[in-house]
């Protein structure tokens, strides 16, 4: 079980491309999206472009919609064993 190598990370995915990912994952519209969060259908278009910031409160608004974790639109690309060799 020794002689395997870890699959290295060949690409890097931004927030916003995050957002689209698990939007279009779930099959919803970016107006269906912002009917579920109350966050206009513009900013999420400018989120998904990264042309603004997502921000912390809109992380956790756009979480719960999308059913998942906060930390994966506030950290992406986040390793926790590089962290840990820091």
């Given at each position: 079980?020794?002689?395997?190598?870890?699959a290295?990370r060949?690409?890097?995915?931004?927030?916003?491309?995050?957002?689209?990912?698990?939007r279009?994952?779930q099959?919803?519209?970016?107006?269906?999206?912002a009917d579920?969060t109350?966050i206009p259908?513009?900013?999420i278009?400018?989120?998904?472009?990264?042309r603004?910031?997502?921000?912390?409160?809109?992380a956790?608004v756009?979480?719960?919609a999308?059913?998942?974790?906060p930390a994966?639109?506030?950290?992406?690309?986040w390793?926790i064993?590089q962290e840990?060799?820091?």
């Open positions: 079980m020794n002689d395997y190598e870890k290295q060949t690409i890097v995915v931004s927030v916003g491309e995050s957002v689209r990912v698990l279009e994952f099959e919803l519209s970016q107006n269906e999206l579920l109350g259908q513009s900013t278009s400018a989120i998904e472009n990264d603004i910031q997502l921000g912390v409160e809109r956790k756009l979480a719960r999308l059913a998942c974790h994966v639109f506030l950290f992406p690309g390793d064993e840990s060799a820091a």
